[in-house]
């Protein structure tokens, strides 16, 4: 039974979930018997179950929007218990919000005073224990990889980083005349064929890691454990699920071609578009007071303007407009050289360093949302220098403007500004994850989880990448793979002429070509 849960990925985060769900509303419904503990009547729970369910999904989803189902935030006990902490008091403040604004979702103080605690100390005690569990094997997948090269090096390297991987490694099969970059003790003996280790270790999933697949790999025996039951899939999709990323050295034309994902059509944009418009608008009104004071600070400190605009890059390569709030003096770029900000950067002001790291310097994109040059979601816009560089040097990266540009991301949240090459690299392993998988669900995801990003103010300085991925990234190789060549792309109008020659083969239903002339 163990076998066939993890081989259907039933992750120990949503058994988790499942469980702590289950402990908060044990802990309203023990609230509301003691608040009749001292009256000569039973009570009755059942009247109560709305506000029983609006207090469970409030705190679940503000746990989930801090990264506390998170496997990188979610196995070290101090960072939980800060966490834990945040959420248990946000949830104080949302639900007292909440309780004046709509009383008939109130709980009486008695059963609230007494669920509260009730749910706090369960919680700890319950993460407590489970972190014992989480960090066995016995909810992690044991897969088979076969091949010993690069490709299986990295899956070895990701295993080992402590509470990151989701899977443990029985082996690996070595197949000519593949180098070898595994230990010689890691590898199987060439005598036992992949099915017969499949039996004897109790195989969950094979992983097919080889460099060539054709023409060396052991078909017969994959064969017959496909039929078996026993799940196989590529490095790549392997890779994706695990660390929600693309890896972009062994990206290929064909990933595009014969991966899954990829939605398209009319429907899924224009919900995504009214997601945009209404969650942008109910922004602006919440956050006026702080735009209005975060411009008074801007103007007070150098009387410069308040507004930045700065041309950007979109969807298709049609360049934008986008603003942002002045957070560097006005001669940051008086010699007209494009720079990454630096880590502590001289140029950026007093008031520029509090709103870099608050993201409040990006709220004034709210207006180029509801203008339609950018979504609220989606990769981030770059200046179009650099996408001239940065697509000379990975050969998909202008691939991540088959969507629009966003406020936040999936790359956003998972990393912090990109400050070099590889930085954009690494963002840019996220972002093509994002267009592979994108849906109106992934993007309320994303929002929620933008959240932990601005209390902890991850993405506006590189502490924000953890250990375990920093480990894992400066190891990682940096090979590149040639690809067929597409026109570059010198300036704005450029990129847009480069996504035209794309287009002549092929082109998503959202994006119409369109003429160099546009606005």
Known sequence: MLRTMRAHLISPFLVLGTLEAGLFFVAVNIGLIASYADVDTVVQVTPFLPQTLFFVATIM?????????????????ADLLTRIIVTSALTFFVLSFFY??????????????????????????????????????????????????????????????????????????????????????????????????????RVDAIVIAQAERRGTLPMNDLVDCRLAGIPIESYQAFWERETGKVDIDDLRADWFLFSGGFPGGRIQYLLKRGLDISTSAL???????????TAIAIRFEDGGPVLYRQARVGVAGRPFQLMKFRSMRTDA?????????????????????????????????????????????????????????LSSRWPFYFQRHSVKPGLTGWAQINFRYGSSMEDSKEKLSYDLYYVKHFSI???????????????????????????????????????????TSWPTCTTSEGCLTRFQAMSVMCSRPSIPPRSTNAP
């Open 61 to 77: 989803v503000l746990a989930f929007a801090l990264g506390l189902y998170n496997r990188q935030f979610g196995v070290v006990f």
């Open 333 to 389: 770029e008086a010699d007209g050289v494009a720079r990454w900000a630096q880590n502590n950067d001289e140029r950026i002001t007093a008031v520029g360093a509090v709103i870099r790291k608050l993201r409040i310097d990006e709220l004034p994109q709210l207006f180029n949302i509801l203008k339609g040059d950018m979504s609220f979601v989606g990769p981030r816009p770059e200046r179009a220098e650099f996408v001239q560089t």
């Open 100 to 201: 004046y604004i709509f009383p008939q979702l109130s709980l009486w103080r008695s059963a609230f005073a007494v669920a509260f605690p009730i749910s706090f100390v369960g919680w700890i005690g319950l993460r407590w224990y489970f972190l014992s569990f989480y960090r066995s094997d016995v909810m992690k997948r044991r897969i088979l990889v076969i091949g010993t090269g690069e490709k299986a090096a990295r899956i070895e390297r990701r295993a080992a980083l402590p509470g990151t991987a989701s899977f443990v490694c029985v082996g690996f099969v070595k197949v000519p005349p593949e180098d070898r970059r595994i230990p010689t003790n890691r590898i199987l003996s060439s005598t036992n064929s992949p099915s017969e280790v499949v039996r004897e270790r």
């Open 441 to 483: 669900i992934f993007d309320v995801l994303i929002m929620l989880q933008t959240l932990r990003v601005v209390i902890w103010t991850q993405g506006s300085s590189p502490s924000c990448l953890s250990p375990n991925e920093t480990r894992l990234r400066s190891r990682s190789n940096l090979r590149m793979r040639t690809s």
């Open 283 to 293: 922004l602006l009104v919440l956050a006026w007071p702080i735009m209005a004071a």
